[in-house]
């Protein structure tokens, strides 16, 4: 079955495979959440979380609308600050001290719920810009592009397998290629961690199947956090899942385990 | 990973990047530069005013003055149509340019002036016995080149260095433009400044030691203007054909994207915006000597919206189209400002309507609609 061979590669891999340039995951967490609260207006998105992953792991995180989701990707990328508590990526690096961009530098991708790519570039350009590379203006103005780039950009063009439409502009995919793009722009920047949001929404049930085979693929090489709404897509994937509800971890563990949660049912199904 | 590379999908994977120019854009800079270089000069200097082929000094001048304005579109495209930043000041730095050159041009006058004085008219008439401390060295012209490019750039550095670390966008980045250009209008106008306050500078009488109104300055002004302005179609060309423009455009298109890949959008719509402010200085300087004056109406906001006018009206994102947008209005206008001057306003305003309807992309627009 395709999805224990994943599991046996992906344990195979967290025995030594993980990189870790950059990141010190040497406690075998790459992810660390403590005590994180951020409030809107009073509203608090994130309650006290705590939140650890490991490295190489592929997470899931479930939960209802508001549960804190797409707001604790926000922290993690820098986008929002909290108002109390730590998010560390590593040992050493402090997530909160950092830009939008030296976050994305350090190697931590992300992926939007809605597609958002360079619509009036080419797939190729898209690949090129998102290429792991010195972003600084004098660098970029004078970059050319090399035989290792652009062997790097064919490999992740058959990865996500818009090799044929490289020279389309990206604004013209269907909107699964455009979702494939996306993640191949974040396997561009080489980074340790991907975060997902939603990653299936609007997909057809073969571009699914083929995106469950691509994130086990990935995972073990990379760290990857992936929000759905897709059950039958996180039981197929999740190594763990971590459900969230009112900003906090109502439960976490494998998917068999938080079904069986007396909270989650009742926060899911409703009493 | 786990992926099969297929040695050789390099070569038919795709994969190909803009080029500088293609063989067209070359055969059309080539004959531009004919033009330019060779049939303007000998038509107005060599043949006699009689002949059919004589090009008379108005067209010189007019020609010259376009070219000025199709500078400052390039420089407009560079920020709004290639990074998708609408500046409604863009009059501001032209006309910092050309006070920076009039400064030079004011102190060339000597004793030439209505009053024989050391000092130019208008500090004359101010009852001042002394040049203000920052018209020091304006008399030396490489110092006043240099303010040419320092003034327009040091302001919209540090102008542009709050607005995008503060993340001003959209309208209202616009909107903070046109004020900025607005006050500096009322600074200009005022004659305490010192530049001469609502008359600006004029009756400029030699440049470099030569007579600003013969003939040969005039026809120099012009080629000096064309190549600057076939220069600066190169410069824009390789900034949008470099890595560092598809940048800009993916700033345009998805700045979340953009910072999410680790390039910090700050720096690099700074760099394009302090360019493009440099660029419409050196037009400013340029056009000064040519047209004979310079005045705070040119910082009115009413100039820097005809600005973005041309670029729109010739396409944007396409850098000769804004060149073109701008020939074809200010043709327009000259040929409407003398016949019907009342119309002008309604003119202009139908033809943005027009445009906007009909040609969303332009004049530039209708040659690549044809290509594809």
Redesign the interface.
């Known amino acids: 079955m395709a999805g224990g061979d994943a599991i046996a590669r992906r344990s195979g891999a967290s025995d030594g495979h993980v990189v870790t340039k950059g990141v010190d995951t040497s406690h075998g967490a790459i992810l660390y959440l403590e005590s994180v609260s951020v409030s809107f207006d009073g509203f608090k998105a994130l309650n006290d979380l705590t939140l650890t992953v490991d490295a190489g792991e592929l997470r899931c995180v479930i939960g209802p609308n508001g549960a804190g989701k797409t707001t604790m990707m926000d922290v993690i990328t820098g986008k929002t600050r909290p108002d109390a508590g730590t998010a560390f990526f590593g040992q050493s690096i402090d997530l909160t001290r950092l830009s939008e961009p030296e976050i994305a530098d350090t190697g931590i991708g992300r992926k939007f719920q809605k597609p958002t790519i360079f619509t009036d570039h080419t797939v190729f350009e898209n690949l090129e810009l998102a290429r792991k590379a010195d972003k600084r203006v004098w660098p970029t103005l004078r970059a050319k592009l090399d035989s290792v780039a652009r062997d790097r950009i064919a490999t992740i063009l058959e990865t996500i397998k818009l090799a044929p439409e490289a020279d389309r502009l990206a604004g013209l995919l269907s909107h699964g290629q455009k979702q494939w793009l996306e993640i191949g722009m974040l396997l561009m920047q080489e980074p340790q961690l991907l975060l997902l949001d939603e990653p299936v929404a609007g997909m057809t049930d073969d571009e699914t199947m083929r995106s469950a085979e691509l994130f086990e693929s990935l995972a073990g090489d990379y760290t990857l956090i992936v929000v759905e709404h897709d059950m039958d897509f996180v039981a197929r994937i999740a190594d763990r899942v971590t459900v969230l509800h009112e900003g906090h971890v109502l439960a976490e563990g494998s998917m068999q385990h938080v079904q069986k949660n007396e909270q989650v049912i009742e926060v899911f199904l409703g009493r | ?6 040695p050789g ?2 070569t038919h ?5 803009p080029r500088l120019w293609s063989g067209r854009a070359w055969a059309l800079m080539g004959i531009a530069a004919l033009i330019l270089f060779v049939i303007v000069p000998v038509g107005n200097i060599l043949v006699p005013a009689g002949s059919i082929f004589h090009v008379s000094d108005y067209t010189v001048t007019l020609a010259g003055k376009i070219m000025c304005y199709a500078i400052v579109a390039l420089a407009m495209d560079l920020i709004w149509g290639y990074t998708g930043i609408l500046s409604l000041g863009h009059g501001l730095f032209f006309a910092l340019g050309g006070y920076a050159m009039g400064m030079y041009l004011m102190r060339s006058i000597g004793h030439d002036g209505v009053y024989k004085s050391d000092l130019p008219d208008f500090m004359v008439f101010l009852d001042w016995k002394t040049y203000p401390w920052y018209w020091s060295f304006t008399d030396h012209f490489w110092y006043a080149a240099l303010l040419v490019v320092l003034v327009p750039g040091i302001l919209a550095f540090v102008f542009g260095f709050f607005a995008f670390r503060s993340r001003i966008k959209g309208v209202y980045f616009s909107i903070i433009t046109q004020a900025l250009t607005y006050a500096f209008m009322l600074l200009f106008f005022r004659n305490d400044t010192g530049f001469g306050g609502n008359n600006g500078f004029t009756d400029f009488k030699r440049i470099l030691g030569f007579p600003i109104t013969a003939p040969g300055t005039r026809v120099v002004l012009f080629m000096i203007t064309g190549a600057a302005l076939i220069g600066f179609l190169f410069l824009g060309r390789a ?1 949008v054909t ?3 423009g ?2 800009l ?2 700033i ?3 700045e ?10 700050v ?2 719509k700074l ?1 394009v915006w302090t360019l493009s402010a440099v660029i419409c200085g050196i037009a400013g300087a340029l056009y000064v000597p040519q047209v004979g004056i310079i005045n705070p109406s040119e910082m009115s906001p009413a100039n820097s919206i005809e600005i973005a006018i041309w670029t729109a009206v010739g396409g944007r994102g396409t850098l000769i189209g804004p060149v073109i947008g701008a020939a074809v209005v200010n043709l327009a206008k000259s040929f409407f400002t003398q016949a019907l001057p009342e119309y002008w306003l309604y003119m202009l305003g139908l033809l943005f309507i027009l445009v906007t309807l009909y040609l969303p992309r332009g004049i530039a627009g209708l040659w690549t609609r044809k290509n594809q």
Not at chain 2, 256 to 265: D, I
């Open positions: 990973m786990a992926t099969a590379f297929v999908s390099v994977g795709g994969g190909a990047l900034i470099s890595k560092l598809r940048v455009t993916a345009r298109d998805a979340t994207r953009v910072m999410f890949s680790g390039y910090n959008p720096y690099f760099f």
